[in-house]
């Protein structure tokens, strides 16, 4: 009945799902004393939008088993002999292997636990402060102090991961994270909470980088841009677990739902503890530690053909014969410490979209939500609840449809349209919070577009830093320096949010969430011009290929190359 293209397919879901937001929204924002949790479901089950979402849905399976492709480790994929009818004067585009995607899951699962604390922190922030009697500055520490020693983890996980392997860096992740979520479950006090938030926050600087490096190594080139993304896909899900766990335990008494809270996130690590036990190792931390027959064997269960498996083995064994380490692990640090030009250009992109992701302040803005709705005129704690509720299935809608695209139109215009995106979004956000600062009465426009402000910053922040930060980081380093590149970045990542976390009340107190806001959009005007220039196309290459973009003519002649 329809003659649509593949590229209408996708521009009418993306409409459709962003429309499906903005109506959520300005119900919440007209009544947002009387919002229901899960009423937003009425919406996809009207009759006129289940033809749209059926097709969506059989558009996303088409998507997932034909994947986009440009790498030539992938080249085999065109011209081996395939049993299957091929189709005429055309090519097969390869299937997303289950086994790496397999692996990308479980080892993502591991993001999780971050997203669930910034959900769950964002609703158990109101009642600590309730049952403590914590001041301003107390509750940005509490919420900074996990960010904070989270750079700890960072840090320390590159030589970590490079010494034990990136699977059982992992395991060490979960299980510190659930001594944490104890803690915090179980303290009596401000003091021990703190605590607690110290240990969890060291697991989340292992998790935010062993997770991306390690689905990176493990996945073809032709789905990493995919599978590397899974983590902010999983954070999203965490956060929106977070979230509903608040409106579930928000009718308790104050003095024990945030415990319950905080003390369920040990649930989840102990299950990815355990299925993190069924992975296999990185193929190229196997080939840095000279065990190649167990890189082969694991190569060729993330690869289409065992062709393509020698074609990746060959590239991850010239490279770590190119640049081997030494014992100590010391020349990587000078290397890092004193850089070459390409590799101070990989520095700079990847340090640089680290930073720009946290101060966008996307997690400060995910913590304080109910603070900044509450400013904006949403009083009702329920109606608190709900609201962040709506605001966490965005995020997870938009993060997913990201994923599945990523490789198809690669890194650049998906970065570039979020962060310009969030520039307008924030804008808009200033806009209505100064109107509503200076009026007794709150007119309903200025809430609306407050609402709506926040769940389009998120969905921005979902659609380009938020997935292709970690998709970026995890990819452009080389093999040795993988690691501990990737660990300084995150450092940045972690520092910065744990600065933003802990001053943005403070700063929002001196001049207003309005203009909070707005210095916030034009921190992501600076970061759009930034990434324009300075961040080059990744999709489609092997790890190995990449680093050659950001090298220059004398950076080749250097090494031998043309």
């Not at 303290?187 to 998790?207: E, Q, T």
């Not at 196997?286 to 190649?292: Q, Y």
């Not at 053909?305 to 083995?313: G, P, T």
Request: proline letters at 4%; a positive charge; hydrophobic letters at 45%.
């Amino acid at each position: 009945m329809f003659s649509t293209s593949q590229e209408d397919l996708q521009i009418c879901a993306t409409l459709f799902l962003a429309l499906a937001f903005l109506s959520l929204s300005f119900h919440v924002a007209q009544r947002p004393s009387t919002l229901p949790g899960f009423s937003l479901i009425r919406f996809y089950i009207h009759p006129y939008n289940q033809t749209y979402l059926l097709r969506f849905v059989s558009h996303l399976r088409q998507k997932i088993k034909t994947p986009h492709r440009k790498s030539r480790s992938t080249q085999v994929l065109i011209s081996a002999p395939m049993e299957e009818e091929s189709l005429p004067q055309k090519r097969r585009l390869p299937r997303l292997n289950k086994f790496a995607l397999a692996c990308a899951l479980l080892a993502s699962t591991n993001s999780i636990l971050l997203g669930y604390d910034i959900g769950v922190m964002s609703g158990a922030a109101l009642f600590i402060r309730e049952n403590l009697k914590l001041s301003s500055v107390e509750v940005e520490i509490l919420v900074g102090s996990l960010n904070v020693f989270s750079l700890i983890g960072s840090l320390a996980s590159g030589k970590t991961s490079d010494l034990i392997g990136r699977r059982y860096t992992i395991v060490l992740a979960a299980a510190t994270f659930f001594i944490g979520a104890l803690l915090m479950g179980l303290a009596p006090s401000y003091p021990y909470l703190i605590s607690g938030r110290m240990v969890a926050g060291v697991g989340v600087g292992y998790s935010l980088m062993i997770a991306p490096v390690y689905t990176a190594e493990v996945s073809p080139a032709v789905t990493r841009g995919f599978l590397t993304s899974l983590p902010e896909v999983f954070i999203n899900v965490g956060i929106l677990l977070g979230y509903v766990v608040n409106l579930s335990l928000s009718g308790l008494p104050s003095r024990y739902n945030w415990r319950l809270m905080l003390g369920l996130a040990a649930v989840p690590a102990v299950g990815i503890a355990a299925g993190v036990m069924f992975m296999p190792e990185s193929p190229r931390w196997l080939v840095m530690k000279g065990r190649v027959d167990e890189a082969k064997r694991v190569l060729r269960r993330t690869s289409t053909s065992d062709q393509e498996a020698e074609i990746r083995l060959d590239e991850i064994s010239a490279a770590a014969t190119q640049d081997t380490p030494s014992p100590a692990g010391d020349g990587v640090w000078r290397e890092l410490l004193c850089p070459s030009r390409a590799l101070r250009r990989i520095l700079v992109a990847a340090i640089g979209i680290n930073f720009f992701m946290q101060a966008s302040g996307n997690d400060a803005v995910v913590y304080y939500t109910p603070l900044v709705f509450k400013a904006a005129g949403v009083h009702n704690r329920k109606g608190l609840m709900g609201v962040t509720v709506i605001m966490g299935i965005t995020k997870t809608m938009f993060v997913l449809i990201s994923a599945l695209f990523l490789d198809h139109y690669g890194r650049r215009p998906l970065l570039l349209l979020g962060t310009t995106g969030m520039a307008v979004s924030l804008a808009g956000l200033g806009l209505g919070s100064k109107f509503l600062e200076h009026r007794a009465q709150k007119p309903m426009w200025a809430i609306a577009l407050c609402v709506v402000g926040v769940c389009a910053d998120v969905s921005f922040f979902s659609i380009g830093l938020g997935p292709i930060t970690w998709v970026y980081s995890s990819e452009i380093f080389p093999t040795r320096l993988r690691a501990q590149g990737t660990a300084i970045a995150v450092s940045v990542n972690r520092l910065v949010s744990g600065v933003v976390s802990m001053t943005f009340l403070t700063v929002s107190e001196k001049i207003s969430f309005g203009g909070t806001f707005f210095v916030l959009a034009g921190v992501m005007v600076v970061a759009t011009v930034y990434f324009y220039f300075l961040l080059p196309e990744t999709s489609g290459k092997s790890l190995e290929e990449i680093g050659e973009l950001f090298e220059d003519q004398e950076d080749r002649i250097a090494r031998g190359g043309k």
